[in-house]
C-alpha cells in the first residue's frame, strides 16, 4: 500500500524560518547564503586540475590557484551538499521520492527539459553578471540593504513578469 505524501510546512513559518537561517550564516560566518558559489569553485577546481598551467597565468583563476587551498573545500560546496542531503532525507520522510517532471498540459517532457536546462544555463550566466543568484546577490543582498542584491531582486522578478506572456504555454 502506497503511503500519502504528508502536507508541506505552512510557507509563512518557511519564510520565517529561512530568514532564521539566512541570519544564522551572518552571525556564524559572517556572510548570507548563496549556492552558484559552488558551481564556480567546482569549475575552479575542475580548470586547476585539468589544465594548470592556463589556470596559473589566468588573472581570474591565478588567485585562486596561488592561495593553494582547495576550492572544493569552500564552505558554500558543503552548503550544497546539505541542501541536496536535505532534499532527499525530507523527501522521503515526507513520502515524496519519486522521478516526475513538472509541466504543463500541452508540453511535452523533452521540451520541458529543453527548456529547464536553457533557463538553468541563462540564471547561472546572469549568476555570474550579477555577483550572485537568488540566494546569494538578492535574499542576502537585500538582508543588509545592499542596493546591488535589491536592484538584483527587482530584476530577477521584473524580468518573469515581462516575459511571462510569452511563455506562458509551457505552464498553462
Known amino acids: 500500500m502506497e503511503k500519502k505524501p504528508k502536507s508541506y510546512m505552512n510557507s ?3 519564510g520565517f524560518l529561512l530568514g532564521l537561517v539566512l541570519l544564522a550564516a551572518y552571525v556564524i560566518t559572517g556572510r548570507g547564503l548563496g549556492a552558484s558559489g559552488t558551481m564556480k569553485s ?3 577546481a575542475t580548470v586547476m ?3 594548470p598551467e592556463y589556470a596559473a597565468q589566468s588573472p581570474f583563476y ?3 590557484f596561488t ?6 573545500l569552500s564552505w558554500l560546496v558543503f552548503l550544497s551538499l546539505g541542501v541536496i542531503i536535505g532534499g532527499l532525507v ?3 520522510a515526507g513520502h515524496r521520492l519519486g522521478f516526475k517532471m513538472e509541466r504543463g498540459p500541452r508540453i511535452k517532457p523533452a521540451t520541458r527539459a529543453v527548456f529547464a536546462i536553457l533557463g538553468g544555463a541563462l540564471f547561472g ?3 555570474q553578471f550579477g555577483r550572485g543568484c537568488t540566494s546569494g546577490a538578492a535574499l542576502s ?3 543588509v540593504l545592499s542596493s546591488g542584491g535589491i536592484l538584483t531582486m527587482l530584476a530577477i522578478f521584473g524580468t518573469g513578469y515581462m516575459v511571462a506572456w510569452f511563455f506562458r504555454k509551457l505552464w498553462i
Open 42 to 44: 567546482v569549475v575552479i
Open 62 to 64: 591565478a588567485d585562486f
Open 141 to 143: 543582498g537585500m538582508a
Open 12 to 14: 509563512y513559518l518557511a
Open 90 to 92: 525530507s523527501g522521503a
Open 67 to 72: 592561495s593553494g587551498e582547495n576550492p572544493l
Open 125 to 127: 550566466l546572469g549568476a
Open 49 to 51: 586540475t585539468t589544465a
